[in-house]
């Protein structure tokens, strides 16, 4: 296990995509530093919808 990579875990759909737009992009295992794909959103939660 010499294989470094970084994961970000967000919870904030629009910090997560503050992330990918100004900072970094995370695409399997790839990372670059500007936006190379818009992170998929979660499923609304039924709490929320309705």
């Known amino acids: ?3 470094h990579t970084i ?3 967000t ?3 629009e910090q997560a995509e503050r992330l990918a737009e100004d900072l970094i992009c995370v695409d399997e295992k ?3 530093h500007k936006p ?3 992170l ?8 929320e919808s309705g």
Request: aromatic letters at 0%; hydrophobic letters at 25%.
């Open 7 to 9: 994961v970000l875990v």
């Open 30 to 32: 790839t990372v670059c």
């Open 1 to 3: 296990r010499d294989r």
């Open 11 to 13: 919870h904030h759909v």
């Open 40 to 47: 998929p959103r979660p499923a609304p939660r039924p709490e």
């Open 36 to 38: 190379c794909r818009p």
